[in-house]
Nanobody
Framework: VQLQASGGGLGQAGGSLRLNCVAS????????LAWFRQAPGRDREFVAR???????WYRDSVNGRFTISRDYAQNMVSLQMNYLKPEDTARYYC??????????????????WGQGTLVTVSS
């Protein structure tokens, strides 16, 4: 699976940004899609995941602020980030994995990764 991410940039605390990621190389409905992020000096961490059928998972700190969604017409997964906080500053990666994953929050469950897009939130 090839993943091409876009969006991100500079946002303000309390504001919004949107990330998009186009997937190719495998039937879109056959893969799980997720977003991870990595802040400077920290490990990469799970942010959100959407299976086909639109079952979703979120890390606690973004639940209620971020929304992951899939666009089946454009083979795209998006992450709408609202009520941004400075601690959301990180490089965000989209990832593709198996729908059968059991530990959806582990990066080991994902076999394909996008190039990452930087999100910076100012206070």
């Amino acid at each position: 699976v090839q993943l091409q991410a876009s969006g991100g940039g500079l946002g303000q605390a309390g504001g919004s940004l949107r990330l998009n990621c186009v997937a190719s190389g495998r039937p879109f409905s056959s893969i799980a899609l997720a977003w991870f992020r990595q802040a400077p000096g920290r490990d990469r961490e799970f942010v959100a995941r959407a299976n086909s059928g639109d079952k979703t998972w979120y890390r606690d700190s973004v639940n209620g602020r971020f929304t992951i969604s899939r666009d089946y017409a454009q083979n795209m997964v998006s992450l709408q980030m609202n009520y941004l906080k400075p601690e959301d500053t990180a490089r965000y990666y989209c990832a593709a994995g198996s729908l059968a994953s059991t530990n959806v929050r582990s990066e080991l469950q994902y076999h394909s990764w996008g190039q990452g897009t930087l999100v910076t939130v100012s206070s």
